[in-house]
């Protein structure tokens, strides 16, 4: 009896992009720290900044928060985060 191996892996359906926004932890970025609503998001984002401060010399953060679990970010929100940062931290509690 023959057995016969089959490679999962899909063909991508479209070519790579290089990534060309600049390194997103560099000195001088501002990071978005963006708490979606759930209890302890902010306190775990609390945590994420802490740790990203010690790794991470000379980047400034800004937080926000959905404060509704269930709703999305409004166009307002995307817009002001996209204009004030060029990386963003999405937190879920628990």
Do not use: W
Request: charged share 20%.
């Amino acid at each position: 009896m023959t057995v016969q191996f089959l490679d999962p892996r899909g063909e991508p359906a479209c070519v790579a992009e290089p990534y060309e926004l600049g390194d997103p932890l560099a000195e001088g970025v501002t990071i978005g720290l963006m708490a979606n609503g759930f209890p302890d998001s902010v306190a775990f984002l609390d945590h994420v900044e802490a740790a990203l401060r010690a790794t991470v010399p000379g980047v400034d953060f800004r937080r926000y928060d959905k404060g509704n679990a269930s709703a999305l970010a409004t166009d307002e929100q995307l817009d002001t985060i996209a204009a004030e940062c060029r990386t963003v931290v999405a937190a879920y509690g628990h």
